[in-house]
């Protein structure tokens, strides 16, 4: 079954905001941010690094699971690794700028693809910015505050 539509065949896009379990992204007093890497300690080490910050957090462990987590959530944020099993980070990157309903989630890329590709790649598919594994969690702090702001999010403390 696409994972964009719950067993009815009813696209699940249009939840409505007040069925978010987080609220609406714009409405938040907190961000809301998807960690999504099919590496266990990197999402861990993420977790650590945001659970210090004034922020709500998801976890995904693929690229499908994480596509469900931004359709039910509605992320404010996504840390979206690149290569994932189910679907890769820019198939996610690519669904979420082709429907508006999205338009306040960030994306941040995170690969080991290289400087060079990301720089090429994580545009064309919709991402706000990207970060290149190994990555410094200064620049993932700067970065992420950034595109929040960018996207009219819920600052990042």
């Known amino acids: ?31 809301l941010i998807l960690l999504a890497d099919d590496d266990s300690e990197l999402r861990a080490m993420l977790k650590a690094h945001f ?13 499908g699971e994480a ?4 359709i039910s959530h509605r992320p404010n944020l996504v840390i979206l690794d690149v290569m994932m099993p189910e679907l890769t980070g820019w198939e996610v990157a690519k669904y ?5 309903v999205y338009e306040h989630t960030g994306i941040i ?7 060079t590709n990301n720089e090429l790649t994580s545009p064309l598919f919709g991402a706000d ?28 403390h």
Not at 51 to 63: F, I, N
Not at 109 to 115: E, W
């Open 109 to 115: 890329m995170l690969t080991g693809i290289g400087p």
């Open 51 to 63: 659970s210090r910050r004034d922020c709500d957090l998801l976890e995904s462990m693929d690229g």
């Open 67 to 70: 596509l469900e987590q931004i």
């Open 96 to 100: 979420v700028r082709q429907h508006e």
């Open 1 to 31: 079954m696409d994972p964009t539509e719950k067993s009815a065949g009813e696209s699940i896009d249009l939840i409505a905001d007040e069925d978010l379990p987080y609220g609406a992204p714009t409405t938040r007093e907190r961000p």
């Open 129 to 156: 910015d990207y970060i290149d594994k190994p990555f410094d969690f200064t620049e993932l702090q700067e970065k992420s505050a950034r595109v929040l702001e960018q996207r009219q999010s819920p600052p990042l």
